[in-house]
T-cell receptor
Framework: DQQVKQNSPSLSVQEGRISILNCDYT??????FLWYKKYPAEGPTFLIS?????DKNEDGRFTVFLNKSAKHLSLHIVPSQPGDSAVYFC?????????????FGKGTHLIIQP | EPEVTQTPSHQVTQMGQEVILRCVPI?????FYWYRQILGQKVEFLVS????????KSEIFDDQFSVERPDGSNFTLKIRSTKLEDSAMYFC????????????FGEGSRLTVL
């Protein structure tokens, strides 16, 4: 049962352009969402988060958008840089008394091409 | 910058053997987690630990698994009798707490069960 879905296993974007990574969720009890970035042989590192009371959160080149009615969030990176090449995981937290850990999507491998 | 450290980075073991994976969380953090990622699959929540006891665990975390914080600094995951399907990267994470507290992950311990 995939509660957090990242339907694109990989995404290739030219350096300088915008990268858009998508994430869908099914559990309506999720009310806090995070994006993590993972390089090979390293653990995931926190990138940006958004609470369900907001629809947008921006931090430098990274912006996360949340559409609660569609149960969809996206991460925008602009402009994309070579160092952004990594696997990006969408994660969600359940306010309804479920596991207090995070539920992760399968990840999207972002490749920034020069 | 404080970080979560994990040992060993890679362990190879025979099926049926016991394995202990060790983690040193960030020193002022109060919440501790274990996740795993089977090759090619998503990062999965195993267990969370707070105030010296398990606060939540997933269905993956069966009787073969246990966690302990023996000395106030280390946080260990023990697998009593390893199975082939336990082969995965195991990530430890810690958090300062609060619902929006981000998780800081270690670099992971790769477990290979033969």
């Amino acid at each position: 049962d995939q509660q957090v879905k990242q339907n694109s296993p990989s995404l290739s974007v030219q350096e300088g352009r915008i990268s858009i990574l998508n994430c869908d969720y099914t559990n309506s009890m999720f009310d806090y969402f995070l994006w993590y970035k993972k390089y090979p042989a390293e653990g995931p590192t926190f990138l940006i988060s958004i609470s369900s009371i907001k629809d947008k959160n921006e931090d430098g080149r990274f912006t996360v958008f949340l559409n609660k009615s569609a149960k969809h969030l996206s991460l925008h990176i602009v402009p994309s840089q070579p160092g952004d090449s990594a696997v990006y995981f969408c994660a969600a937290r359940d306010s309804g008394g479920g596991a207090d850990g995070l539920t992760f999507g399968k990840g999207t491998h972002l490749i920034i091409q020069p | 910058e404080p970080e979560v450290t994990q040992t060993p980075s890679h362990q190879v073991t025979q099926m049926g053997q016991e394995v202990i994976l060790r983690c040193v969380p960030i020193s002022n953090h109060l919440y501790f987690y274990w996740y795993r990622q089977i090759l090619g699959q998503k990062v999965e929540f195993l267990v969370s630990f707070y105030n010296n006891e398990i606060s939540e665990k997933s269905e993956i975390f069966d009787d073969q698994f246990s966690v302990e914080r023996p000395d106030g600094s280390n946080f260990t995951l023990k697998i009593r009798s390893t199975k082939l399907e336990d082969s995965a990267m195991y990530f430890c994470a810690s958090s300062a707490g609060g619902y929006t507290g981000e998780l800081f992950f270690g670099e992971g311990s790769r477990l290979t069960v033969l």
